[in-house]
């Protein structure tokens, strides 16, 4: 186990509706990166968090935004839900003053959109 | 663009036997490779880290080789049992910037026959 918390774990939701995911970082990891996963894929990179500030994003369209707050605590928000969104969510931090950008995964939260 | 390839076909392995994925990469001159292993539904996991002037890492039965020439990594299980089945994904990252973000590939399934 890695100390990295999500939640939930599954959620349902509809085309164009908004969803928000949490996630709390391992203790003593101040940046935080959310990924998308598709089946059989491998994880795609939304974005990462570092002191609360927006450090690198991936090709993800504004709809997909986030949040870091000063407990290293993040949050994934996603309007106008598509069907596309449907994946597994991941969230990993990474160790303070790392230079080496290791991820330590949460569990990840299942996202379906009917 | 960067691309990373690993083998897309499933492994299938004896119990005992050494496995070997192999993860190939385009357009990239990567500062680390890692590999992580992953569960169904489950986050992936850190395994192991290697420098870009490192020939060879090793931690247990595993071990990873880096040809910065080939644009190649090879990831050795020796001595393979069945609790090793799951999938494997190589990332990697550059060293500063928007570069630090890991590219991953999509992963290699391994199955260990008992």
């Known amino acids: 186990e890695t100390g990295v918390t999500q939640s939930p774990t599954h959620l349902i939701k509809t085309r164009g509706q908004q969803v928000t995911l949490r996630c709390s970082s391992q203790?003593?990891?101040?940046?935080v990166s959310w990924y998308q996963q598709a089946l059989g894929q491998g994880p795609q990179f939304i974005f990462q968090?570092?002191?609360?500030?927006?450090?690198g994003r991936g090709n993800f369209p504004p709809r997909f935004s986030g949040l870091q707050f000063p407990n290293y605590s993040s949050e994934l928000n996603v309007n106008a839900l598509e069907l596309d969104d449907s994946a597994l969510y991941l969230c990993?931090?990474?160790?303070?003053?790392?230079?080496?950008?290791?991820?330590?995964f949460g569990p990840g939260t299942r996202l379906t959109v009917l | 663009s960067q691309k990373i390839e690993q083998n897309s076909e499933a492994l299938n392995i004896q119990e005992g036997k050494t496995a070997t994925l192999t993860c190939n990469y385009t357009n990239y001159s990567p500062a680390y490779l890692q590999w992580y292993r992953q569960d169904p539904g489950r986050g992936p996991v850190f395994l192991l880290l290697i420098r870009e002037n490192e020939k060879e890492k090793r931690k247990e039965r595993l071990k990873v080789t880096f040809d910065t020439t080939l644009k190649q990594s090879l990831f050795h299980i020796t001595a393979s049992q069945p609790a090793d089945s799951a999938t494997y994904l190589c990332?990697?990252?550059?060293?500063?910037?928007?570069?630090?973000?890991?590219?991953w590939g999509l992963g290699t399934s391994l199955a260990v026959n008992p």
């Open positions: 990332a990697l990252s550059g060293y500063a910037g928007n570069n630090r973000k890991l590219i």
């Open positions: 968090y570092y002191r609360e500030e927006e450090n």
């Open positions: 990993a931090s990474s160790p303070s003053g790392g230079d080496t950008d290791t991820q330590y």
């Open positions: 203790s003593g990891h101040n940046t």
